[in-house]
């Protein structure tokens, strides 16, 4: 499993590009984004229009009392917690929302309809829309007329949700997302509450619009759920089965996004590598990279999450043939015990996975490396533990995001009779971060006076400082100007920290 967690975006707030979060310490990077302001909204309209929509009668409950009808929703707001592909599920959203002619507003006051776009991955992130709802309790006045949790949580809690949180009218998970728009229809003519919770689908959520909130990176999905039983993973019961999206929707999809200016495209998908073509081109996900890459006018194409057991050399190959792809790649590790990887079910040793990274080191381009663990699973010994961070050591990561366990609800290790106290999983975050640091701070420290073209995202006044993005996913700070954003520059680095680098032009750029 495994998408970047990403710090909690509003949706409708300018100017917050889906920077991973990390409990290993990525604060600067992320205070620099919010700082941002950019001008950043684009409204996209794709071919494509509604042919994800499924036939058939959404859930709907009967009324149980006579209360006054939501009427007619004009306005949304609308909030997203967790991992990028659920970014880009709200970016869709909102595309429905407003093809059905609602009007996105700035904050929750403002709005007849508020949306929670929800996390389930650990129990904190799921804990965090209750405290939103907090805000609206039943029948106080100014609530909006209709409360919806979208999203992980919303699966998982299904029907009750609305014993939890009775101010809540719908509730849908990511899987029944085509049937959004027919759910208000039936919220707006009476029903109470409304259910989009079926998991059986075989379609990708396709629709007429999106609207995306980065400006510079397109989001573009091409697999959805996942078919992985890692042993402490909520993902498969929350996002529904595995399904591909055709090789030949993902390139008209991605030459409409360069007619739209974008020139930087993330391909995503829980699993992004399980990716296969269901259309008779039959292209290997290697394959659809390069053909991504190939189309004119983009420049970059980075891909996020790759799991290793799929993570084959021909997609190093393609990182070789295409400069267009970016020298990164995601690699979630999990543990560096193969006791550990057996019980989590992951489907490699520790050794296979170290092969995974000898392939990627000798690639032509030297490869930015990231990737994702998680201390104090159950039974996790002092042994195993310090397997994890010799793999660490050896592997030379330049990101670690990295998490304590937290038991999830109907996972095969949920009711493990081995738990280990909280404080010794802290115990071990910390550690683990701290060499994580450490390797960070000589990584960085290495680059001091090498050159890196970076696409500049934001502009911050107060500083004058610019912030760009190098092929390696690095955010790198140098003195520019409002002007620069957009464009692509060459920017040496001055100085490094162990989340940041600092630099200086190096040359003349040019407009996107
Ligand atoms: N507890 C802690 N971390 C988890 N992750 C997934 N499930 C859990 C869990 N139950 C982490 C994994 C994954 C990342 C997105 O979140 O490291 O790759």
Redesign the pocket.
């Known amino acids: ?3 970047e ?1 990403i710090q909690i975006i509003v949706a409708n707030q300018p100017g917050l590009p889906g920077a991973p979060h990390s409990s290993s310490g990525a604060a600067g990077e992320t205070a620099n984004f919010a700082a941002w302001g950019l001008v950043n909204e684009r409204i996209t309209t794709n071919g494509a229009c509604g042919a994800g929509s499924r036939p058939g009668p959404a859930n709907a409950e009967q009324p149980s009392e006579t209360v006054a009808t939501a009427g007619t929703l004009k306005t949304f707001y609308i909030e997203t917690f967790g ?1 990028q592909m659920n970014v880009h599920d709200s970016e869709k959203v909102q595309g429905v929302l407003m093809a059905r002619g609602m009007t996105p507003v700035e904050n929750h006051q403002d709005a007849d309809l508020v949306l929670y776009n929800t996390c389930s ?2 129990e904190k992130a799921a804990r965090k829309v209750f405290s939103r709802l907090g805000v609206f309790r039943k029948g106080r006045s100014g609530a909006p007329k209709v409360i919806g949790v979208l999203g992980c949580v919303a699966q998982q809690e299904g029907e009750r949700f609305f014993e939890r949180a009775p101010q809540v009218s719908l509730v849908c998970g990511s899987a029944s997302y085509s049937k959004l728009a027919e759910l208000l229809d039936q919220l707006e003519t009476g029903k109470q509450r409304v259910t989009g919770l079926a998991l059986d689908t075989e379609e990708c959520f396709e629709t007429g619009m999106t609207r995306r909130d980065n400006p510079f990176r397109a989001y573009l999905t091409i697999i959805e759920g996942c078919d992985q039983r890692c042993s ?2 909520v993902v498969p019961m929350t996002r529904g089965p595995e399904r591909s999206r055709p090789s030949d929707k993902i390139l008209a999809e991605a030459r409409r996004l360069v007619d739209q200016g974008y020139t930087e495209i993330q391909l995503l998908g829980q699993i992004v590598n399980a990716w296969h073509d269901p259309s008779p081109a039959r292209l290997s996900f290697a394959e659809l990279l390069s053909r991504v890459a190939e189309v004119p006018g983009i420049r970059r194409v980075r891909f996020t999450t790759s799991h290793p057991r799929y993570f084959t050399s021909d997609i190093v190959q393609a990182i070789d043939a295409n400069p267009n792809l970016c020298d990164q790649i995601h690699l ?1 590790l ?1 543990s560096g015990s193969t006791t550990v990887l057996a019980r989590m079910l992951r489907g490699y040793t520790r050794e296979e996975y170290l092969e995974k990274i000898h392939c990627i080191r000798k690639a032509r381009r030297a490869i930015s490396l990231s990737t ?3 201390v104090g699973f159950c039974g996790e010994t002092g042994e195993d533990f310090e397997q994890t961070l010799s793999l660490i050591k050896e592997v030379g990561y330049d990101q670690v995001f990295s ?4 038991p ?1 609800p109907n996972t095969l290790a949920e009711g493990s009779r081995d738990p280990m106290a909280e404080e010794e999983k802290g115990r071990r975050l910390t550690e683990l971060q701290e060499l994580q640091r450490q390797i960070q701070v000589r990584r960085n420290q290495a680059l001091l006076g090498e050159t890196f073209e970076v696409l500049v995202e934001g502009y911050q006044a107060r500083s004058g400082q610019a912030v760009g993005r190098s092929t390696t996913n690095r955010v790198i700070n140098f003195p520019g100007s409002p002007e620069d954003v957009g464009r692509y520059l060459t920017v040496k680095v001055t100085s490094a920290g162990p989340n940041s680098l600092v630099g200086a032009r190096a040359e003349k750029g040019s407009r996107v």
């Open positions: 499993m495994g998408s967690l991992c991955i650990r402490f993973c979630p999990q994702d663990i998680i998490f304590k366990y937290s999830r």
